[in-house]
């Protein structure tokens, strides 16, 4: 069952809000941090990308960075921009636009629940960036951003939250990507505290390397904590937890910068083994088995053949799956997409235009765009114990930075 708990949160002050969140700390290139900086400097990218206030072609020491980071954190408190809450609280963030709404919990979570599976994995981290949020924690007793977690959904948390967003909110404002951000404060957390003990499991949609970065924290906390009992906030991580019927996937394409040594003929031909190509003008698949293709102007469908599904193997009936292991494993010959520097990621909110930009632009020679991941997917990957090829889903809208922030 999931435990949570409720936290004393640093936050904005309500007329800084707007202008302290910002986006996760890794959608983001660093020159587009600094422009967001540029015309920004509340943002609270001064303190998840610190990098972004040096030049670009120095080589600043990450320890110089973090230092930077922590510096700015200390700042933005004694400026009284940000605040710490004086009692513990959950709180309820609801992110919304156009027509889609999503509402859920932020809280923490038990790091003991993380390395136990119930709350369940989906994709393999790397190293380097675990490395990096680990000292970013460490270095200013943080934890700067949610971790964002589905699940399956109660009748009795759908009346908590019904109620509970009827109250006046602490935060109301658009961000300039057009999400509206809503923001309630929670003080009596014990109900929603029993209603997750009904929770048979969280699962992990988006923040794979904050939470193996927070259990690492955890690990050296402990070891440097000679009367450690468990209950400390390092044993603890914060997190966004939202019903998956209110989440939206959309796809993470592709793209690649060479076909392998092979011609434009030749590639085309070898598709012809495993997918029907014909040329097309749609950008984006309808359904599972379809990709749309673009190379040299034009675009192309490509359905694979019905054989080569297996719709009883969660993984490998993917789209993402199905590409590696028809097309760009035995004929662009990226094995793995995880260290190939050939393969590029195009996240679905980018949307198709970036895809056309980067192949006209020369800057790869072939994208793909597929049909997104579903919730269910996910299920029953996570359920498995198993591990989604990479890239795999994209979450939108994203949780902000720095509305909520864990102080340990």
């Not at 509970?164 to 923001?183: H, M, N, R």
């Amino acid at each position: 069952m999931a435990t949570i708990r409720p936290f004393r949160a640093l936050r904005p002050n309500p007329e800084n809000a707007k202008q302290a969140s910002c986006v996760p700390y890794d959608v983001v290139y660093t020159s587009e941090v600094r422009e967001f900086l540029d015309g920004n400097p509340h943002s609270f990218l001064r303190v998840t990308r610190a990098e972004a206030e040096f030049d670009d072609d120095a080589n600043i020491p990450p320890a110089e960075i973090f230092a930077r980071a922590k510096q700015n954190l200390e700042t933005f408190i004694n400026d009284k921009q940000f605040f710490r809450e004086d009692e513990e609280c959950v709180y309820i963030y609801q992110l919304s636009i156009g027509g889609h709404s999503q509402t859920g919990l932020v809280a923490c979570c038990s790091i003991d629940e993380y390395e136990s599976e119930v709350i369940k994995k989906h994709e393999k981290t790397r190293p380097d960036k675990v490395q990096d949020r680990t000292q970013h924690m460490l270095a200013l007793d943080a934890q700067t951003g949610l971790i964002f977690l589905a699940f399956r959904n109660t009748d009795r948390l759908r009346d908590l939250f019904q109620t509970a967003i009827k109250e006046k909110p602490l935060y109301s404002f658009v961000c300039d990507d057009g999400v509206k951000q809503t923001v309630w404060k929670i003080a009596e957390s014990n109900e929603w505290i029993e209603a997750f003990g009904e929770v048979p499991a969280l699962y992990i949609a988006d923040g794979h390397h904050r939470a193996e970065s927070s259990s690492l924290t955890k690990k050296v906390r402990s070891k440097k904590n000679p009367d450690h009992t468990g209950d400390e906030d390092y044993n603890y991580v914060v997190a966004g937890m939202y019903p998956a019927e209110d989440l939206k996937i959309l796809a993470y394409n592709r793209v690649v910068k060479d076909l392998n040594g092979l011609t434009e003929d030749e590639f085309l031909a070898e598709l012809g083994k495993s997918f029907t190509v014909e040329d097309a003008t749609r950008k984006e698949p309808e359904h599972h088995g379809e990709f749309c293709m673009y190379m040299n102007g034009k675009w192309h469908r490509l359905e694979i053949f019905p054989e080569l599904i297996e719709t009883e193997n969660p993984i490998k009936r993917l789209d993402v799956s199905m590409l590696q292991e028809y097309l760009l494993s035995p004929v662009l010959g990226i094995g793995d997409a995880r260290t190939d520097a050939r393969i590029g990621f195009v996240g679905g909110a980018r949307g198709t235009d970036e895809l056309e930009r980067i192949i006209d632009e020369d800057l790869a020679k072939v994208a793909f765009s597929l049909f997104p991941t579903t919730m269910d997917d996910l299920f029953a990957v996570s359920d498995m114990g198993e591990i989604m090829p990479p890239k795999s889903t994209w979450f939108e809208p994203k949780l902000k930075d720095g509305l909520l922030v864990y102080m340990i």
